[in-house]
């Protein structure tokens, strides 16, 4: 079973940039599909962004489309969000997220279908 932790959160003001980064331990992240969800104050949790195994699909959410980069290192077991140009609506806790399903378009990921999480971790922009 895979763990995930997340780490990078804190404070930052508007238009600035913050890289998040998700380490796996307890098996080999290549084969999960991994993904960012965040979550606002009384708000569902949503989807921001995906990633196959291998690193080459990647999917966004249209609301952080062109500021935010979803990467892998499946060396390393670890995924990245360089989040840049933030807002002050992107405030939320972030949680890594994977899953193991096969032949089914990252587009679809969703929280529902997630096999793992991590404890997520907050990051606060100020405007």
């Known amino acids: 079973q895979v763990r995930l932790e997340e780490s990078g959160g804190g404070l930052v003001q508007a238009g600035g940039s913050l890289r998040l980064s998700c380490a796996a331990s307890?098996?080999?992240?290549?084969?999960?599909?991994m993904g960012w969800f965040r979550q606002a104050p009384g708000k569902e949790r949503e989807f921001v962004a995906g990633i196959t195994r291998s690193g080459a699909s990647t999917v966004y959410a249209d609301s952080v489309k062109g500021r935010f980069t979803i990467s892998r290192d499946n060396v390393k077991n670890t995924m990245y969000l360089q989040m840049n140009s933030l807002k002050p609506e992107d405030t939320a806790v972030y949680y890594c997220?994977?899953?193991?399903?096969?032949?089914?378009?990252?587009?679809?990921?969703?929280?529902?279908?997630?096999?793992?999480w991590g404890k997520g971790t907050l990051i606060t922009v100020s405007s």
């Open positions: 997220a994977a899953d193991r399903k096969i032949a089914v378009p990252i587009a679809t990921m969703t929280a529902s279908g997630i096999d793992y």
């Open positions: 307890g098996g080999t992240s290549s084969l999960y599909r």
